[in-house]
């Protein structure tokens, strides 16, 4: 895993003490008066040139765009200047290591955190995280944070008029197994709203966090469901302009976990390296 810079796209990626603030338009809090249609137009007009150069020979964009123009706010989420070099052994001394004996197995069911049980649709999210050659990646700690089944988060920045589920907390950790396994079991987020337009709506889903074996090796990526249909509306999801790359982002129900009267199962495997690689935040070398 290498180093990765933190330019998340809607929200922070302090998963624990801090999960999420959640997003301002570049013009202001009420300036997002640009519609829907207007924003539509100009993700299908990318779409249709990254086909074309695709077609010509030209590489597909696996990843997503740091300026990517109906993202209105993307040019702010990325640096402009040359990273400021530390000394990562120095970073270390004052870093700590997780183990087993740190995170508790009850860490992962973000069902059972409170004094009782949220409310929505419980659900099992599992999957394997996996290096570019389908080998596991061991004893990574992995960090989950999302919205409520209403589409609030438990943050003073997040206003919108939904409900805060007094017993789910949005967030959870574990470690992933010799076989590179891990598992939650949680409440499927509902959409949300933000700022970047007029009747804008995220699409759910739920924020990964993975960490190597420092601190300084992160990686962020974001989980969305299979059939939403805010998918292509979203500009912050089809910033990434190749469909197979936005593809690899969709967990897959699997009856298989899915369980008895109990909870809907879903698969999603992370791929940290190599042509079937997970979308990541990139470190920007601006």
Known sequence: ???????DTDESTEA????????????????AAESQATLSAEIADIESQHKQDVAAGKKAETQPRLNYAPYRSSILR???KDPRHTDPETIELFSPAFGHRDIGTLE??????????????RIRVTGRVLDGEGRPVRNQLVEIWQANSAGRYIHKRDQHPAPIDPNFTGVGRTLTGDDGSYSFTTIKPGPYPWKNHHNAWRP???HF???GSEFTQRMITQMYFPGDPLFALDP????????????RLVATYDHNITEHEFLMGYNWDIVLTGANRTWMEEEDDD
């Open 1 to 7: 895993m290498s180093p990765q810079q933190n330019t």
């Open 16 to 31: 624990f003490t801090s999960p999420v603030v959640i997003d301002q338009a570049v013009k202001g809090p009420d300036d």
């Open 78 to 80: 990325h640096p402009t």
């Open 108 to 121: 992962s069911d973000l069902t059972i955190q409170a004094d009782g049980e949220p409310i929505g649709e």
């Open 204 to 206: 759910a889903h739920i």
């Open 209 to 211: 966090s993975l960490f």
């Open 236 to 247: 912050i999801y089809q910033s990434i302009t190749d469909q197979k790359a936005r593809d």
